[in-house]
């Protein structure tokens, strides 16, 4: 029986080690996402952060700020969601699909 959970140990420690490994890896990824054609755009990093954002000149408009938020919501959203998913997707190769809460 000793040996068993001495088994269960060790391979709770190799994921642990694998899912690190892969926390990393995602920290250097990124991923982008456009609203309004492209006129604003949003980087995000594998871990869920703003790297960048983009608004061209032509989208400015003073009389019209309420639509940009909008478009600046919208792609930075659309950027966030695509980030969780590809967290998902390479934990899920970790976990083999296991949902462990706290993990992401």
Do not use: C, H
């Not at 190799?14 to 890896?25: F, Y």
């Not at 019209?64 to 909008?70: G, P, S």
């Not at 390479?90 to 992401?104: A, Q, Y």
């Amino acid at each position: 029986m000793a040996k068993g959970i001495g088994n269960i140990m060790k391979q709770a420690q190799q994921m642990q080690q694998r899912i690190a490994r892969v926390q990393q890896e995602l920290e250097q990824r990124e991923v982008e996402a456009a609203a309004g054609g492209g006129m604003v755009t949003a980087v995000v990093s594998g871990k869920m952060q703003l790297i960048s954002l983009n608004i061209e000149k032509d989208v400015v408009d003073p009389e019209d700020v309420e639509m940009l938020q909008d478009l600046i919501s919208a792609a930075v959203n659309e950027a966030l969601k695509k980030s969780q998913e590809m967290m998902q997707q390479e934990m899920g190769k970790v976990t083999g699909g296991m949902n462990l809460p706290g993990l992401f």
